[in-house]
């Protein structure tokens, strides 16, 4: 956690090689928000903690890896880890969003939801 004008705040990745800080926050939305949007949020949240470390880096990358539930990533992250990441590493996580996406949907169905059977035991 870092202590910051607008509080403490701890963004998911914090990282540094030689001058350069990066922090990075991730965040997974839903169909009905624009993934932009939710990327300049987080950029927007996580100022403070540029402007917190810019004492001791010379250079400061601030950036939000945000993905749909349904593996489509953010244009504004793909273009900030563009450098950074294959086309095949976006796929990746893509995939792997969508994989367990469903594991977690059908785990959730597997423990909340009755079925008429066991509803009727229920309502006797």
Do not use: H
């Not at 990745?13 to 990066?22: D, V």
């Not at 095949?88 to 367990?100: A, D, E, M, N, P």
């Amino acid at each position: 956690m870092l202590r910051t004008k607008e509080g403490l705040l701890k963004p998911d990745l914090l990282a540094s090689i030689e001058e350069c800080a990066f922090i990075i926050d991730i965040a997974i939305c839903s169909d009905g928000v624009d993934p932009d949007k939710v990327y300049m949020n987080k950029i927007a949240k996580y100022e403070p903690v540029a402007d917190t470390l810019v004492d001791t880096y010379s250079d400061i990358k601030l950036s939000a890896f945000v993905v749909n539930w349904r593996g489509s990533i953010a244009k504004r992250t793909l273009k900030d880890f563009e450098p950074l990441v294959t086309s095949k590493g976006f796929l990746t996580v893509s995939v792997r969003t969508l994989q367990y996406g469903n594991y977690i949907w059908d785990m959730w169905n597997r423990s909340t939801v009755v079925s008429f059977a066991e509803a009727e035991v229920y309502n006797g």
